[in-house]
């Protein structure tokens, strides 16, 4: 499975607000041109860092490193699995904080994180989370949508046949899938203002598995707290395990977390967002 990322952000604040890890006085209203990428942070406005004791490490050292260094509030989850190794990368307008299960914990941004010998591979991927401000919150809604198409190609341009099918807890599914084959290749679903695409490439879905792979699913965003109210979730099934991506904008941003073993892990992380700060 080829794993595709793209991030979304926020638009500027005064004061931090529900899920936020940082905040600036002032973000200003354009993106700078790449050739200010790594500016230092005595030229970018004023953050203010929340205790990294909220945070696991490497988080808390990522989230240091990044202090100052972007235009947009920097987000991070405060639940992931222990002995992860992490490497950030970033631009005044973006961030991406990748997170890797290495042999043994790595430091921040060690060359060898994500390089043979020592931690490489998509088996050594655990997943990742960032965000983009882009020009207007239209963009950023744009974008989205954007990304959320290009991942979940499950059918090609041959879907032509749908069906909606009760699950239990109230909740339907559409099922899609092709006159030519049984099966379905994508089942999509809302879920609180969420809206939920799955599939897996060639793998069609019987109706059976189809209905267990989505209760699944609503019954891990049923067990956390959601960044916030409308977002775009995708799955893609594989046999190393669920690629699972969740995005969401707010203002003028794009904000993504992803995990590519482990749809739980990733509904975890994205839970844990929203319990990180006192509410506003």
């Known amino acids: ?3 595709i990322s793209g991030m979304v952000g926020l638009g500027p604040r005064s004061a931090v607000i529900g899920f936020l890890v940082f905040a600036t006085a002032s973000c200003g209203t354009s993106a700078a041109s790449p050739k200010h990428a790594h500016t230092t942070s005595s030229s970018m406005p004023p953050y203010k860092l929340r205790s990294t004791s909220l945070f696991p490490s490497p988080i808390s050292n990522a989230l240091g490193y990044l202090v100052g260094k972007n235009l947009l509030p920097v987000l991070a989850p ?3 699995p222990s002995k992860m190794s ?4 970033y631009t005044r307008t973006s961030y991406k904080v990748s997170l890797y299960q290495c042999q043994s914990p790595l430091p921040l941004n060690s060359p060898k994180i994500g390089n043979p010998p020592w931690c490489s591979g998509l088996a050594r991927y655990f997943g990742d989370f960032g965000g983009t401000k882009y020009s207007s919150s ?3 809604r744009s974008w989205l949508k954007t990304i959320e198409n290009r991942r979940s190609q499950f059918c090609g341009t041959i879907a032509n046949r749908s069906i909606e099918v009760s699950l239990n807890q109230g909740m339907h599914v559409v099922m899609t899938g092709t006159e030519s084959t ?4 994508k089942a999509t679903f809302d879920l609180n203002g969420w809206s939920v695409k799955i599939g897996g490439g060639a793998t069609l879905y019987s109706m059976s598995s189809a ?3 989505s209760l699944q699913i609503i019954g891990f965003m049923r067990e956390v707290h959601m960044p916030v109210k409308h977002g775009e979730v995708v799955i893609q099934t594989a046999g190393d395990g669920d690629h699972a991506f969740v995005d969401w904008t707010y203002g003028k941003s794009l904000y993504s977390i992803s995990s590519y073993h482990s749809a739980s892990e990733a509904f975890s992380m994205a839970g844990s967002i929203a319990e990180t700060l006192p509410l506003s």
């Not at 992490?86 to 990368?89: G, R």
């Open 86 to 89: 992490a490497k950030t990368s």
């Open 1 to 3: 499975m080829t794993k």
């Open 182 to 185: 049984t099966g379905y290749c």
């Open 138 to 140: 239209a963009s950023a």
């Open 211 to 213: 209905k267990q792979e």
């Open 78 to 80: 405060n639940k992931i």
